[in-house]
């Protein structure tokens, strides 16, 4: 079983930034070198949406369209964890967000395909 857990959420004016953070539990040997990792969000009454995620050892990375040149995620295979710098935060972007990890290769969009999953949180962005 892999543990992901999230960090770094909160509440910050509109144009503020925040960084999460999702460390993968070393005790369940998953590495963040090897696999897919994705940063998801989901607020009340909408489907959960992939933001963005990062795969062949931190080379290849996707994003949503809402948040492209705003966002930035990268990885520290040191310490098993991931990033989302997120900068420029809108209203639209406070959601509780979600870290997810799969094995192999590749990130698809689709949230079901993904194994594991930390447990959230929350972002507010409000003046």
């Known amino acids: 079983q892999v543990q992901l857990v999230e960090s770094g959420g909160g509440s910050v004016q509109p144009g503020g930034s925040l960084r999460l953070s999702c460390a993968a539990s070393?005790?369940?040997?998953?590495?963040?070198?090897?696999?897919?990792m994705g940063w998801f969000r989901k607020v009340p009454g909408k489907e959960r949406e992939v933001v963005a995620y990062?795969?062949?050892?931190?080379?290849?990375?996707g994003y949503a369209d809402s948040v492209k040149g705003r966002f930035t995620i990268s990885q520290d295979n040191a310490k098993n964890t991931v990033y989302l710098q997120m900068n420029s935060l809108k209203p639209e972007d406070s959601a509780m967000y979600y870290c997810?990890?799969?094995?192999?290769?590749?990130?698809?969009?689709?949230?079901?395909?993904?194994?594991?999953w930390g447990t959230g949180t929350q972002v507010t962005v409000s003046s």
């Open positions: 997810a990890a799969r094995g192999g290769n590749y990130c698809p969009s689709n949230p079901m395909r993904y194994d594991y």
């Open positions: 070393r005790a369940s040997r998953y590495t963040t070198s090897n696999n897919c």
């Open positions: 990062i795969y062949n050892n931190g080379i290849s990375t």
